[in-house]
């Protein structure tokens, strides 16, 4: 039985959140230990919440205030049970099924990470295109081409989902917090001696 521990961080979230652990609670081919981490939201997510206190496989964790989204992967890590941990934003953007492949990928390869890329197997003309339907991904294009300047890599997007080996970033000691931490996650990871690839990722942008 594969086996996969599945990281739930929110913030003000009330909209979303129960969908986004449905999700994780119906994603098949997994036995699965789900943590979900609220940052201090005042929105009425942290009541929803509430109600799956209890249940079989879901540690909760509710804080009073925003300690930062690498804080909450940070803590995650320590109470993962499994080899690998799936970070599922609770906006609901990234198809959580792509898990399989990523986890499929990182077994076959003995992977320390798996990107889920938006914009894998697009041309540059189609990469083009789609800013024209998702302006965002300007910043997507100029980061991703940043990081393969800088470290000769041929990545398509470093922003996207994120699968990760718990052993190995357990072991990468990052002094950042907040977000700050996921792009100094980044530069450790594809600046080292760390073994990276990336599976496309169905991505639907909330509005």
């Known amino acids: 039985m594969k086996k996969l521990s599945i990281l739930i961080p929110c913030f003000n979230e009330k909209k979303l959140v129960k969908k986004s652990i449905i999700q994780a609670i119906r994603l098949k081919n997994f036995k699965k230990d789900i943590i979900i981490i609220d940052n201090g939201s005042t929105d009425g997510t942290q009541k929803i919440l509430k109600k799956f206190l209890g249940k079989k496989n879901i540690r909760i964790i509710?804080?009073?205030?925003?300690?930062?989204?690498?804080?909450?992967?940070?803590?995650?890590?320590?109470?993962?049970?499994?080899?690998?941990?799936?970070?599922?934003?609770?906006?609901?953007?990234?198809?959580?099924?792509?898990?399989?492949?990523?986890?499929?990928?990182?077994?076959?390869?003995?992977?320390?990470?798996?990107?889920?890329?938006?914009?894998?197997?697009?041309?540059?003309?189609?990469?083009?295109?789609?800013?024209?339907?998702?302006?965002?991904?300007?910043?997507?294009?100029?980061i991703t081409y940043l990081y393969n300047i800088l470290y000769n890599k041929k990545f398509s997007d470093v922003i996207g989902s994120k699968f990760y080996k718990v052993r190995s970033i357990k072991n990468i000691k990052i002094k950042h917090n907040h977000f700050r931490y996921d792009f100094a996650l980044k530069n450790v990871l594809i600046g080292s001696n760390y073994s990276i690839d990336e599976v496309f990722t169905k991505y639907k942008p909330r509005k």
């Open 62 to 142: 509710l804080r009073k205030k925003n300690l930062g989204y690498g804080m909450s992967v940070k803590e995650a890590l320590k109470y993962s049970k499994y080899k690998y941990m799936y970070i599922h934003f609770s906006d609901c953007e990234y198809d959580i099924k792509t898990s399989l492949k990523m986890y499929q990928l990182a077994e076959k390869k003995n992977l320390d990470a798996v990107f889920g890329s938006r914009l894998k197997g697009y041309s540059f003309k189609k990469k083009l295109k789609s800013l024209k339907s998702k302006p965002a991904y300007l910043g997507t294009l100029i």
